[in-house]
């Protein structure tokens, strides 16, 4: 019943069916509660979340991610441009591999998975990680790694994980 308030930009069980709120469905447990906590407490930046999660306590949180932990993940089906894929696919294996292995599909408590994620909301979060490298908690490897990235680099990363559905 809390999940209800989610469902209309997450989708019904966590599989997002528009391009800007992410797909959460079957995400680490750990990683869903760490996440939604510091949305809560404004140490994550959000265009939405934020304010969603003020009207939340810890342990309807801990529910919440039990449930989306327990749902299963299913891809955005997007239309993608073969050449930007393989562009992007490039940079992944020199610069991202090492924390996204599997083409993306790997998660653990402190990396989500990014494979066959919406492309627009990879964008997004790719521009927030690298214009405003405190504005949301990440590895001091992955800051590096973006710091030498162009727009063009990361629209064609995103087109990347994308297309590893
Ligand atoms: C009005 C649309 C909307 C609603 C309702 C909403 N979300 Fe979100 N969610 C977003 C957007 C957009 C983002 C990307 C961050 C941002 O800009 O706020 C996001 C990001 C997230 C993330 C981060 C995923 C990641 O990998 O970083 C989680 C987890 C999440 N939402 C869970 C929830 C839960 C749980 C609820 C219900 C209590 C909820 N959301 C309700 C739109 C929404
Ligand atoms: C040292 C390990 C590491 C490296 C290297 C790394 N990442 Fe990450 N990445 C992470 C972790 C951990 C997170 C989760 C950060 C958080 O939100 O707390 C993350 C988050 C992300 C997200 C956000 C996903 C979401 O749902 O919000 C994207 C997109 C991403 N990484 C892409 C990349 C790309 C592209 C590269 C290479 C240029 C890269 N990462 C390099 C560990 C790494």
Redesign the pocket.
């Known amino acids: 019943m809390l999940a209800e308030t989610c469902h209309g930009c997450h989708g019904p069980n966590g599989v997002s069916m528009g391009p800007a709120a992410?797909t959460i469905a079957g995400f680490d447990r750990q990683?869903l509660i760490?996440?939604l906590q510091?949305f809560r407490e404004d140490e994550?930046e959000s265009t939405i979340m934020g304010r969603i999660m003020t009207g939340y306590r810890p342990a309807e949180i801990r529910r919440m991610a039990s449930y989306f932990a327990a749902q299963t993940w299913a891809s955005a089906d997007v239309q993608l441009d073969r050449v930007v894929v393989e562009q992007g696919r490039a940079?992944?294996e020199h610069?991202?591999v090492?924390?996204?292995q599997d083409g993306?599909r790997h998660q653990d408590r402190?990396?989500?998975?990014?494979a066959g994620?919406w492309p627009i909301?990879?964008l997004f979060?790719?521009e927030s990680?690298r214009d405003r490298p405190t504005s949301?908690?990440?590895?001091?490897?992955?800051r590096e790694?973006?710091e030498a990235?162009s727009d063009d680099d990361?629209g064609a990363?995103?087109q990347y994980?994308a297309s590893e559905r």
């Open positions: 992410p990683y760490r996440v510091e994550r940079i992944h610069a991202c090492e924390c996204h993306g402190d990396t989500p998975r990014i994620q909301y990879l979060q790719l990680f949301i908690r990440q590895p001091s490897k992955m790694a973006l990235l990361l990363l995103a994980y």
